[in-house]
């Protein structure tokens, strides 16, 4: 898209966007929570000295409440209350604060393991934290059948054990608690 005569200093807020879903108690498995994204860090300072350009270049950003402060505020101990943890991807405006997620086990999408320690296109290693998530409790989906990406993948031992299927028109769509209760496509 190509703009003429814009207002170099003209702005415009973007949400940075997380979701709770609750799933209901069923089949004798107890409720359980997801949290959808994590949003941007509380502090901006604690993004990697490599990102720090990349987000000077974003301003103004405006962090109003992070998603820590809007679960608790409504009620939610995060240690007790939140099951998983969901990244659509680890961009900086998605992947939030994990550590304030102490027991959730985190589900990725295919190469994000592979993609935080080495970076992609347009994202080199040093705009990412080292370490950013917990290992020993993150798993990544299995790669998309006719993925480019496949080589990208984590080994199985690290993937789900969900599969992906056509659903309706969506190609590649998994089933997260199996109950078509919730869908990652």
Not at 18 to 33: D, M, T, V, W, Y
Not at 59 to 86: F, P, R
Not at 96 to 101: A, Q, R
Request: charged share 25%.
């Amino acid at each position: 898209m190509f703009v003429t005569d814009a207002d170099p200093k003209a702005t415009k807020l973007v949400p940075s966007m997380c979701f709770l879903i609750q799933h209901p108690q069923s089949n004798g498995r107890p409720a359980e929570r997801i949290v959808f994204d994590l949003g941007i860090k509380r502090d901006m300072s604690q993004y990697p000295a490599g990102m720090q350009d990349h987000l000077e270049k974003r301003q103004a950003i405006v962090n109003l409440s992070d998603t820590k402060a809007s679960l608790e505020s409504g009620g939610l101990d995060l240690a007790k209350n939140i099951d998983y943890v969901i990244l659509s991807h680890t961009h900086w405006d998605h992947i939030g604060m994990p550590t304030d997620y102490p027991k959730s086990r985190f589900v990725l999408e295919s190469g994000t393991l592979h993609t935080v320690k080495h970076g992609a296109p347009h994202y080199p290693p040093e705009m990412f934290e080292k370490d950013p998530l917990p290992l020993d409790r993150s798993t990544e989906f299995p790669p998309a059948p006719d993925s480019s990406a496949k080589d990208l993948a984590c080994s199985k031992d690290q993937q789900t054990s969900h599969q992906w299927k056509l659903i309706s028109t969506l190609k590649h769509t998994i089933d997260f608690f199996g109950d078509g209760s919730v869908y990652i496509a």
